[in-house]
Nanobody, 115 residues
Framework: QVQLVESGGGSVQAGGSLRLSCSAS????????MGWHRQAPGKTREFVAS???????AYADSVKGRFTIFRDTAKKSASLQMNGLKPEDTAVYYC?????????WGQGTQVTVFS
């Protein structure tokens, strides 16, 4: 059974930093991309960042220059370093893994940024 295990969420003051981590279970043999989405209260889930197997990264405009995604293909893991956090970054963050045939989601981890 495929599992994505997330960690690293929490509460932080505006301007602070958090690092999210995601690890995929061994049942995922290979993937095309790993990344993060987020969903704030009352809003739809939105793309945050992604990293492909070949190393290409992409970021939402709202987080460019503040967030950095790291990917370890061999370990089937990804991390999201979030600096300069803003109250509007408050959301549940979901890890996502895309293989050739499927898309898998983590359970989500809460990030709260207070001013």
């Amino acid at each position: 059974q495929v599992q994505l295990v997330e960690s690293g969420g929490g509460s932080v003051q505006a301007g602070g930093s958090l690092r999210l981590s995601c690890s995929a279970s061994d049942s995922i043999f290979s993937f095309n991309a790993m990344g993060w989405h987020r969903q704030a209260p009352g809003k739809t889930r939105e793309f945050v960042a992604s990293s492909t197997r070949t190393g290409t990264t992409a970021y939402a405009d709202s987080v460019k220059g503040r967030f950095t995604i790291f990917r370890d293909t061999a370990k089937k893991s990804a991390s999201l370093q979030m600096n300069g956090l803003k109250p509007e970054d408050t959301a549940v963050y979901y890890c996502i893994v895309q293989t050739t045939t499927d898309t898998y989601w983590g359970q989500g981890t809460q990030v709260t940024v207070f001013s």
